[in-house]
Nanobody, 116 residues
Framework: QVQVVESGGGLVQAGGSLRLSCAAS????????MAWFRQATGKQRELVAR???????YYADSVKGRFTISRDNAKNTVYLQMNILKPEDTGVYYC??????????WGQGTQVTVSS
C-alpha cells in the first residue's frame, strides 16, 4: 500500500504565496517523477509542474517564473512554492508520484483559492 498526502492549501489574496507539500509513504521502492496537477471547477485536470529523480523540472507556461517545484528524496516529499498567485490559479491541486515498480499514485487533493 502506498499513501500520497498533500497539505498546504488554503485561501490567499492575489499576489500572495502558498507552499504545498506532498509526502509519499508505505511500500515505496523508488520514486521516479513527482508532479503537481490542478483542476479548476468545470475544467480538465492539467499538469502544473514535475520533477524527475535527477532534478530536471518542467513547468506549464502559465506558472513559469512564479512557481517552483522541489523534492526531498530522503523524505519522499515534493514541494510546490507558489508566488504571485492569481485568481486563475484557483483549483484543487493534486500530487502524483511515479514509483518504479508499482506505477502512478494520486493524492486526495488540496484546495487552493486565490481571491481578487
Amino acid at each position: 500500500q502506498v499513501q500520497v498526502v498533500e497539505s498546504g492549501g488554503g485561501l490567499v489574496q492575489a499576489g500572495g504565496s502558498l507552499r504545498l507539500s506532498c509526502a509519499a509513504s508505505g511500500s515505496i521502492d523508488s520514486i521516479n517523477t513527482m508532479a503537481w496537477f490542478r483542476q479548476a471547477t468545470g475544467k480538465q485536470r492539467e499538469l502544473v509542474a514535475r520533477i524527475t529523480n535527477g532534478g530536471t523540472t518542467y513547468y506549464a507556461d502559465s506558472v513559469k517564473g512564479r512557481f517552483t517545484i522541489s523534492r526531498d528524496n530522503a523524505k519522499n516529499t515534493v514541494y510546490l512554492q507558489m508566488n504571485i498567485l492569481k485568481p486563475e490559479d484557483t483549483g484543487v491541486y493534486y500530487c502524483n508520484v511515479d514509483l518504479t515498480l508499482s506505477g502512478w499514485y494520486w493524492g486526495q487533493g488540496t484546495q487552493v483559492t486565490v481571491s481578487s
